[in-house]
């Protein structure tokens, strides 16, 4: 083994080791709990430029290991109203995605190229063709793991400035849905979560049906892996 698979499979252990004890740290201390109301009444609300500053970076902080971005545009609507809301919450949740995006693609891409680069051609082919509209399908869905997403896209060839802006425009109808639902918007609760619940279903339609259109447009082979 040379000294440039050596570098590459030590990457690849830091890359794991990390994500690992990320993992363990958020269940000790029960990070994932932390972020709720109370915090924001403390920390947040009323608190100027230091508690916006503080808030995204949390919010980045945090979708970018793995906590769903729902919350944090459940509480950006709650923190700072439905319109404030929902632009906070997407770009907390898209410095997340590039911060979970270039950690893959700085320790991951030699190691997951080299063992499973048969594996991750597919992924890779269905990202860098019209990256933009490809990242905004997949964020338009509700199904699938964000930080896996994130991650996949590190290792692949894909730009980093499309898949990033993709993703921000995709992030926009769910984060808009849950900072509604937040925001204690001045609309009977009911009609309140009927509106969310209709934007929801309608944005997943669209989601799935563009993923179909994009998906058949793809010239893959069926593949077993």
Known sequence: MDQKQVKTYLKGI???????????????????????????????RNHGLYGITLFVGAGALFTAVGLPRQIISFL????YGFVAGTALGTLATTIGCALAFFYSRFFGRSFVNR??????QKVDSFLTNNTISTALVIRFMP?????????????????SGPF??????GFIPQTLIFALLGSGFNV???WRTSLSIALFIISTWLGFKLYRARKNSLPLEDSED
């Open 143 to 159: 199904v699938g793991s964000n930080i896996l997403t994130n991650l996949l896209a590190g290792v692949t060839g894909v730009k």
């Open 76 to 79: 950006s609507g709650y923190a």
């Open 188 to 190: 009977d609760p009911v």
């Open 14 to 44: 830091v890359m794991l080791a990390v994500l690992a004890g990320i993992g363990v740290l958020f269940q000790a201390f029960d990070l994932g709990n932390a972020l709720d109301e109370s915090w924001i009444d403390s920390h947040i």
């Open 164 to 169: 990033l802006l993709g993703s921000a425009i």
């Open 115 to 120: 063992r499973f680069g048969k594996r991750i």
